[in-house]
């Protein structure tokens, strides 16, 4: 992993997800960046991160975001992001729990000239989600 992705990944983690400052969007993602999700779905643009970021910033106070690399080949870095936060909003169909959730991310980037282009995501969330019902 290199110093400059390191730092790119943790800083658009931290900007995004724990400062919800949604400008940062273009200066780490470029502007045709997609992103491939579970049962073949995607998100694109700067317009879908912002609202992905939005929904889960509502949802989940007191976000804290762990990054952690494994491999890294000339394009491309797979990595896992563990977030942190109280479920004090809706997300996706469930409701508020006021219960504190850990979820994890794997994910895979391809950065071009110090952006991300298209990443590959799998999240446990919707697990945690399901597991806390049952709590």
């Known amino acids: 992993m290199t110093p ?3 730092t790119l990944l943790r ?3 931290d900007a995004l997800f ?6 940062a969007v273009a200066t780490y993602f470029v502007s045709d960046y997609v992103v491939h999700l579970a049962a ?14 939005s929904l ?5 106070s007191n976000l804290s975001v762990e990054v952690e690399v494994f491999v890294e080949t000339a394009d491309r870095v797979a990595w896992q992001r563990t977030l942190r936060g109280t479920q004090t909003g809706a ?11 850990v979820w994890r991310e794997m994910v895979t980037s391809r950065i071009v000239d110090g ?3 298209e990443e590959w995501l799998v999240s446990e969330l919707a697990e ?4 806390g019902r049952k709590g």
């Not at 724990?18 to 400008?23: A, P, R």
């Open 56 to 60: 889960t910033r509502r949802a989940f």
């Open 18 to 23: 724990v400062h919800g400052d949604l400008d």
């Open 4 to 6: 400059t992705h390191l």
């Open 128 to 131: 945690r989600l399901l597991l």
């Open 11 to 13: 800083a658009a983690n």
């Open 91 to 101: 997300y996706h169909g469930f409701p508020a729990s006021g219960r504190e959730i």
């Open 40 to 53: 073949g779905r995607s998100l694109r643009g700067h317009d879908g991160i912002r609202a992905a970021v």
């Open 115 to 117: 952006q991300i282009v």
